[in-house]
């Protein structure tokens, strides 16, 4: 991964070729202010790239392998960082010149494809300090952002947004999930200045609020009253029957009892041909006993929650069952249309081409399975065939012997 320090749009960016020119043309003609504080795209796929990351081995074995992605309609330029082996650690992080996001909006995205149909593994990124030591990147390191989807069987299908504020991890509470049809997607992370948030997927919107009232940052603002207690008196249930009612002396109990597959008619009547004991609520003792509520003396707003200081690395610190997992396109940038200019021209460009091709893929494979199939009949049937042939020779053989004999 490629570090990018503060810059005005991508156009000054060295050029790679007159494919990334074109990719990055629209952006460079967009918002003159975004500054970008890391960009990769693995343009050149040049194995010398590796020496701008830190790869690093957890536990058992990692390989950061650069390798041309499986349905991309530019298989030849595209590239990506795959995992490749199953039942494996990966780490790896890229640093990049430190930066603060105060006062600032902070926009984290990159593409993830589940190349290999992935059944539990994570694909999401974190954001470190710069104090990270690199080469002991572990699940145990501190990091600021943690955001991306994670998959694992039925129950976890993802997207993990979780901050850290005064050194403890707080996720989202809202549930949002992740994309697991095989095909690369956007993911992308907006912290705004004003303690708001959203969350993007395909430069779509899938979740928004208020960083203070989505995740368990501070005490809440408002507690119960320990000074005032519930009336000894006071009923729990929501209604009651009325007790001096009756049931009328002429009242008929059903032949029948009632068929619940059949449905009231709209201009039913209920008054004229059914009874029921009156419900009625006393006198403001029943039911769900409302807490009085006072000021919490223990809140204080914090209106830096957003924030960070020494922002300078980006890195993937996951565990994948089945490998296969591509990432690509990171930026990290102050400027929303800028990243969403920036997914719609890597992202964006590559979307409807890749379905397309592994539209075709599939076809040709189905082709294959079904030459197979019939390859593999054909054969059984002439090996039948032969054998017949040959189990009516032996017998025309066993014959004539039998006639000789007599």
Not at 57 to 71: G, P, T, V
Not at 126 to 155: A, E, T, V
Not at 287 to 292: A, D, K
């Amino acid at each position: 991964m490629a570090a990018a320090g503060p810059r005005r749009g991508p156009g000054s960016a060295p050029a790679v070729g007159a494919l990334r020119l074109v990719l990055l043309l629209g952006a460079a003609l967009g918002p003159a202010h975004a500054a970008v504080y890391f960009q990769e795209q693995f343009l050149d796929g040049a194995m010398g790239r590796v020496r701008d990351l830190t790869c690093m081995a957890i536990k058992m074995f990692l390989l950061c392998k650069w390798r041309k992605c499986k349905f991309f309609y530019y298989a030849n330029i595209f590239t990506g960082l795959q995992t490749s082996e199953n039942s494996k650690f990966y780490a790896i992080s890229s640093r990049f010149k430190p930066f603060s996001n105060k006062g600032k909006t902070l926009v984290i995205q990159y593409t993830v494809k589940h190349e290999q149909k992935i059944d539990c593994g994570g694909g999401y990124v974190k954001i470190f300090p710069s104090n990270l030591d690199q080469k002991n990147l572990s699940g145990d390191s501190h990091y600021y952002i943690m955001f991306g989807p994670d998959i694992c069987g039925s129950d976890t299908k993802k997207v993990h947004v979780i901050l850290n504020y005064k050194n403890k991890p707080h996720p989202l509470k809202k549930p949002i999930r992740c994309k697991v049809d095989g095909y690369t997607h956007l993911y992308t992370l907006i912290i705004r200045p004003d303690q708001t948030y959203e969350v993007k997927i395909d430069n779509e919107m899938v979740a928004s609020g208020n960083l203070e009232d989505d995740l368990d940052f501070l005490p809440p603002r408002k507690i119960n009253d320990p000074r005032v207690k519930k009336p000894s008196d006071w009923d729990d249930r929501v209604q009651i029957d009325d007790p001096t009612d009756v049931k009328p002396a002429d009242w008929d109990e059903p032949e029948y009892i009632t068929d619940t597959s059949a449905r009231k008619p709209e201009d039913w009547d209920d008054s004229e041909t059914a009874f029921c004991l009156t419900v009625f609520r006393t006198c403001g003792l029943l039911g769900v006993w409302p807490h009085p509520q006072i000021d919490n003396p223990n809140y204080s707003p914090d209106f830096s929650i957003y924030s960070y200081e020494n922002i300078s690395i980006i890195g993937l610190d996951i565990w994948q069952v089945r490998a296969g997992t591509i990432f690509d396109n990171f930026l990290i940038t102050d400027d929303e249309e800028y990243a969403e200019d920036f997914g719609d021209e890597t992202w964006g460009e590559t979307k409807g081409p890749e379905k397309e091709m592994n539209i075709k893929q599939t076809e040709e494979e189905q082709q294959r399975q079904r030459a197979t199939e019939e390859n593999y009949f054909e054969e059984r049937f002439k090996k039948k065939a032969e054998r017949k042939t040959e189990s009516r020779r032996d017998r025309s053989v066993r014959n004539a012997l039998k006639k000789e004999d007599l």
